[in-house]
């Protein structure tokens, strides 16, 4: 099978702005409310909900830890540690993103480069990253994540699909 070129560093660069943008435009609307000054609605408060679908609501949480609230006992010694790490990963995957073999690999590095940065950019921000995506069914409910949890999730089910299919 035929695989489709990387995309472009200049691109891949761009789609990384871009996906952290729109991860952070959403954070925005869910903390001080209507981005665009339209008055539509306020900031949600801290654990506040809002129920969007039978399967899912709004809920601001603060995540001072990464993925599922993990290393949220470190303090600002904690917090400093997780901005380098994120630097770093944002600088590896940017660094990938030129030698990348062809699109979806490239559009991988993408995702996790933006969605790295759109977290950074909280923790730098706010001092934590904002959480605000609640899905459940039957009484079950998932963690609460952003879109640049999404992102990033996304990026890992690209990179392990394509090493399974390479076999």
């Known amino acids: 099978m035929m695989r489709v070129k990387p995309l472009?560093?200049?691109t891949a660069l761009l789609l990384t702005l871009v996906l952290a943008s729109i991860d952070q435009l959403s954070k925005i609307?869910?903390?001080?409310?209507?981005?665009f000054g339209g008055g539509f609605w306020t900031g949600f408060a801290t654990h506040e909900t809002q129920?969007?679908?039978?399967?899912?609501?709004?809920?601001?949480?603060?995540?001072e830890g990464i993925s599922y609230g993990l290393f949220a006992e470190g303090g600002n010694a904690g917090r400093y540690?997780?901005?380098?790490?994120?630097?770093?990963a944002i600088g590896f995957f940017a660094y990938l993103m030129r030698g990348a073999a062809y699109f979806r690999q490239s559009l991988a590095y993408a995702l996790i480069a933006g969605g790295a940065l759109g977290n950074l950019i909280d923790r730098l921000w706010h001092g934590a990253v904002v959480d605000f995506i609640s899905l459940h069914a039957a009484g079950y409910y998932w963690y609460v994540f952003?879109?640049?949890?999404i992102w990033i999730t996304f990026a890992v089910i690209i990179l392990i699909y394509d090493a399974f299919r390479a076999r």
């Open 146 to 149: 952003n879109l640049a949890d």
């Open 51 to 63: 129920h969007i679908l039978p399967f899912l609501d709004f809920t601001l949480i603060w995540n």
């Open 29 to 35: 609307a869910i903390v001080f409310g209507d981005p």
């Open 81 to 88: 540690a997780l901005i380098i790490v994120s630097l770093a």
């Open 8 to 10: 472009p560093l200049k």
